[in-house]
Nanobody
Framework: QVQLVESGGGLVQDGGSLRLSCAAS????????MGWFRQVPGKEREFVAG????????YYADSLKGRSAISRDNAKNTVSLQMNSLKPEDTAVYYC???????????????WGEGTLVTVSS
């Protein structure tokens, strides 16, 4: 069992940066692939970035590729998402999720946080 709590969301201007963090609890965190997803009302939840259990391989959606960096610290049970050059279309609720496999599809993630709202103003 893994419990996830996101933080770091907020209001930022167009072109600004935010760093999202996800604190995990549970014995199996170090074995889990971790991902960030986002969702806007009326749309499906979409993958943003992912990282495998040991942090050696990262994955990015085209939407934020080149503007974001995912990282994890297994000693601290945290995973972070640094987002730069944010655009109004990045506005969404961002979710942290965990899975035993690095197959980053919403239906395949086993644990989810409650989400943190990111609002990018133009």
């Amino acid at each position: 069992q893994v419990q996830l709590v996101e933080s770091g969301g907020g209001l930022v201007q167009d072109g600004g940066s935010l760093r999202l963090s996800c604190a995990a609890s549970g014995r199996t965190f170090r074995n889990e692939a971790m991902g960030w997803f986002r969702q806007v009302p009326g749309k499906e939840r979409e993958f943003v970035a992912g990282i495998d259990w040991d942090g050696k391989t990262t994955y990015y959606a085209d939407s934020l590729k080149g503007r974001s960096a995912i990282s994890r610290d297994n000693a601290k049970n945290t995973v972070s998402l640094q987002m730069n050059s944010l655009k109004p279309e990045d506005t969404a609720v961002y979710y942290c999720a965990a899975s035993s496999s690095a197959y980053f599809r919403p239906a395949g993630m086993e644990y989810w946080g409650e989400g943190t709202l990111v609002t990018v103003s133009s």
